[in-house]
């Protein structure tokens, strides 16, 4: 079995970046595709297991960071799965506010499922979450799952993202 996981290289590319490093608004619209990239990776994958079980690790310290951030510490997301009564598609969103284990969020990826929309607002139970990354100094920190999959990507693809994300 394969999981999908979503690359939202509009969203979370150069301009974004750019903008989120100068704590301004992100772009409302950008050309994008009408469906992000997206990598297939095997479920039980050893590497995207660990990448996941790191994130999961970190998320306490991840909230703290997005409910005051420090200086240069901006645009913070996680990942999870839109669709876990389905077919899996793991998809990122900003964070809005955290309370207890629910995190009230914003899609940033255009989704595939039915009844989801970019921009759109969700609910997510901390225990869903599988990554997280947030934006210090211009540079990407966290996305342990974007790590993995750069590799399963055209070398091109994964340049660009290496460069836009500061890695």
């Known amino acids: 079995m394969m999981l999908k996981f979503a690359i939202s290289m509009a969203a979370l590319m150069a301009a ?4 989120h490093a100068q704590n301004q608004p992100a772009p409302k619209s950008s050309p994008r595709p009408a469906h992000d990239r997206i990598v297939d990776v095997a479920k039980g994958d050893p ?3 660990a990448a996941i079980a790191k994130a999961r690790a970190e998320l306490p310290a991840f909230f703290r960071r997005s ?7 901006t645009y ?3 990942k999870y799965n839109l669709t876990p009564q389905g077919v899996a598609e793991f998809i990122w969103a900003e ?3 955290h ?9 940033i990826n255009n989704p595939r499922a039915p009844g989801f929309a970019k921009g759109q607002q969700v609910t997510v ?26 590799p399963h990507m055209a070398p ?11 890695w």
């Open 47 to 49: 590497e995207m297991v």
């Open 67 to 73: 409910a005051a951030p420090g200086p240069g510490e």
């Open 99 to 107: 309370q207890g284990e629910t995190t009230l969020a914003r899609l």
């Open 16 to 19: 974004p970046m750019a903008a």
């Open 125 to 150: 139970r901390t225990a869903d979450i599988i990554d997280f990354g947030y934006v210090k100094n211009g540079v990407m920190q966290g996305n342990y799952t974007t790590r993995v999959v750069l």
């Open 156 to 166: 091109a693809e994964a340049a660009a993202l290496r460069r836009a994300y500061g």
């Open 95 to 97: 964070v809005i506010s």
């Open 76 to 78: 913070f997301l996680i």
